[in-house]
């Protein structure tokens, strides 16, 4: 299975202190790249350190299920 996830809005800053950005895990959001690695990794770095993840403009391409478990998912704050 293959999920393409499309989020609008403005870019996201990526260097705020109250959230992650899954690009600064290697995520591309072209919708072409395969995504999950890195987005599950800014997952599991989330909820070790307790923010919030956040998905900047983009096409994700997800191509695993996630395991997403007391974890916040937000899109771009702009």
């Given at each position: 299975m293959i999920c393409v996830v499309m989020l609008a809005g403005g870019a996201a800053d990526g260097e705020s202190l109250d959230r992650l950005n899954v690009?600064?895990?290697?995520?591309k959001g072209d919708g072409k790249?395969?995504?999950?690695?890195?987005?599950?990794?800014?997952?599991?770095?989330?909820?070790?350190?307790?923010?919030?993840?956040?998905?900047p403009r983009?096409?994700?391409?997800?191509?695993?299920?996630l395991s997403i478990s007391n974890q916040s998912l937000t899109g771009a704050s702009r």
């Open positions: 690009m600064d895990f290697g995520a790249a395969d995504d999950t690695a890195a987005v599950m990794k800014a997952i599991e770095a989330g909820a070790k350190k307790k923010l919030p993840v956040c998905f983009g096409e994700y391409r997800i191509t695993k299920p």
